[in-house]
């Protein structure tokens, strides 16, 4: 049924999309991985036309349970291979070799089932010198971990359940040579991947050119212009008639020609008839050659003489001199690529599959024995384009990544947080071997992709993996102070880091399983996608709009977006609306939602909400209602930024503004505006959260702020600014979010017609 709900046109634009840049890239191997994209939108659509692909559903594979990670490509679509499926690695058949065993997966799991399998497994336990890619990775190790600790019958269980997909998917642990980093640390590139950026670096192909111009074609030049001068009575050339020495030493100029031109093929300038250097050497060879040049060529060689005499000055003296050792010593300063392989040795030195402590060594300039070594000066300074490639390997407290750039972005910021997370969940297994496992499941399952669901459905939760359930029973739930820690550290961290930007999709996963670790269960909701809005809501929605009255209620940000939150509360408490963090869904708090964006369309139906834009209108006043998580940050985590409420408001508004000065450069701005009405509403919250006094100096600042802009971003802001005073001052918007004959406007992102900011200019 569900799969009947998705439209296959998404897969096969992508499709399109692949084949045309597998057969018309220039680069080879960009062709390679458009071809590899192609063929798993392939497998989805034949997946999709047969059957075996129900997508939009939580096991979108035919014969594979949800636990097993799918395959799945851009948009959430499952291609219908496991992720651990596949041939063997290298290390499966090196362990078949080992203890002499068919090469397959069926085979290797019973052997690790053995006494002698068994024990080895416990000793990369004991050791921590194991990788888990995929969680599947952790299975075999979760079992002997029970065995070890007498849970038989949980490890029975176990084995019964991976047993039917023993000859399919891969169980077994990567072997390493060293731990695991620390979790309380985190990073963003391991040092391998800083070192395969470096890797990927190519010699810039104009920085090069112009180095051989300087270094090669400069000089020669300046050679040839010499031995022509030699010609010249009071500076004009051919004046004097060529010696036999002359044209001996014009061939064996021309033969060093040939030979630079066999050798430095970088620079093609040299080889342009028009330039200088070519109309030189043009010449020379038909003097040399016994020809007598034409009056244009005369003519030419004439022009070009003079005028590298006239820009450089004479070949020797002070000022040609001057600019050749200001050239020459341009031409000599080594490459970025030079440079980036001297770093790749340098990130070779230190463990690979982790980050790293100190970079300090890595981007420090090059020393006397590395310039013996390399050919490099010593005192090289590594370039920042390089730095920034190393130290995004850097290993540190994320608030320390935040603060030095690190981690840019709220986006960036959920990418590391499972790290965090991994070890805050796991802090409550007493024992240490499992509790780095399961720190290393947690860590693999965030690297499985959403799938697109449908009908309210749940992504898979860690939890629902067999061998996390079963290691689950040994676990002190009493524990739960690590992850209510860092759920408050990671929560103030993304506010307080990033205030104008919405908290991205899986920083708020990761939100939720602390909330779960610490024995909570908030209502933190996601961001949902306009384009598959089924018009339903499930019941956290409401429950994070009940948390949002009691933060707001009476607030600015109440009456600005003219919410009624005793109303929101009353929903709440319907009989029969279940109880909080309920999974079923919430129909009042929908119908609120489509009737808020039909007043601020214009339109009180709700029916005719079925677009793309207008899905996008009903989702933009639930997000709206909610404040998508600020308030339960507040409520429940008890957040408290330290820069202070103010501060962040005032950063909102940068980011406003920054937003708006794109609009007009942008060919589609709609995006950029939805961006700024986010991070109007995040400064809105913000801003209700200070103080009368904090307030009214944010908004006499914001006046002063717009004005550092262009002014028409001032004159598209106007409108929203003169909404904005006016609520603070105790007024109100009409009906359709209007007032002052529409010179002042609610500010929103989503309409279903042309934005007013678009006109406002």
Known sequence: MAAQAVNPGYALGELARALTTARGHRSEPARARAEKRAERWRAVLSGMADGRLDIGSRTPVAGLPAWVTPEVVRGGFATGQPVAGGPLQPYETEAARRHRLPATRAALFAHYLTEPGLTELCGLLDSGCYRVTVPEEAALLTVAWLVRA??????????????????????????????????????????????????????????????????????????????????????????????????????????????????????????????????????????????????????????????????????????????????????????????????????????????????????????PEEQAETGLPAGTRIPPVLRRVVE????????????????????????????????????????????????????????RRSLLLLNLAKQVRVNELPWARAASGHRDRTKRNVPLAVLGQVGELAVQAFPGTLLPNPLVRELGELSRAAGLELPLVEELAADIFMGTFSRKFLDAARVAALVLTGTLYERYYGIDYAAVRALAT???????????????????????????????????????ARNGTVIEQSQILTTHNLATLVHDVGITPEPGWDDLARRCFGTVCRLVDLVSVQPRPLRVIKDAAYAWRQMLFHLSLCTPAEEASVLAWMEEEVARYRPDVGIRLGPALAGLRLVAAGGEFDSGGTADNARARRFLGWTTGRHWLLDAA
């Open 392 to 447: 995004a390997a850097l290993s540190a407290p994320i608030g320390t990544l935040v603060e030095r750039g690190v981690v840019p972005s709220a986006e960036v910021l959920a990418e590391l947080v499972p790290q965090l997370v991994a070890g805050a969940t796991a802090d409550s297994y007493p024992d240490p071997a499992l509790r780095a496992l399961v720190a290393a499941n947690y860590c693999a399952f965030r690297n």
């Open 574 to 612: 319907d009989p029969g609306s279940g109880d909080r963090g309920s999974r079923h869904a919430a129909p009042e708090f929908a119908r609120l939602c489509v009737e808020l964006a039909g007043a601020a369309s214009g339109s009180r139906s709700p029916r005719g909400f079925n677009g793309v």
């Open 150 to 367: 007498r849970d038989v019958d949980a490890a029975v269980e176990l084995v019964t359940t991976l047993e039917p997909f023993a000859d399919r998917l891969r169980f077994l642990p990567q072997p390493a040579d060293q731990p695991p980093p620390d979790l309380t640390a985190v990073y963003r590139r391991s040092a391998k991947d800083a070192g395969a950026v470096l890797a990927a670096r190519q010699p810039n192909s104009a920085v090069e050119a112009q180095r051989e111009a300087l270094t090669v074609w400069q000089p020669f030049a300046d050679e040839l212009l010499v031995h022509w001068l030699e010609t010249a009575v009071r500076g004009r050339v051919l004046e004097t008639a060529p010696d036999p020495d002359w044209h001996r030493r014009g061939a064996d100029l021309l033969n060093r020609y040939r030979r630079l031109a066999a050798t430095h093929a970088s620079c093609g300038k040299h080889r342009n008839p028009r330039e200088n250097l070519g109309i030189l050497r043009g010449a020379l060879e038909e003097t040399v050659a016994g020809r007598p040049l034409s009056p244009r060529q005369r003519g030419l060689l004439v022009h070009a003489v003079d005028s590298m005499v006239r820009r450089r000055g004479r070949p020797g003296s002070d000022r040609h001199t001057a600019l050749r050792r200001r050239q020459a010593a341009q031409g000599a300063l080594p490459s970025y690529h030079a440079i980036a392989q001297l770093v790749m040795r340098r990130l070779s030195a230190v463990p690979q599959d982790m980050g790293v402590a100190d970079v300090a060594p890595l981007v420090a300039p090059v020393s």
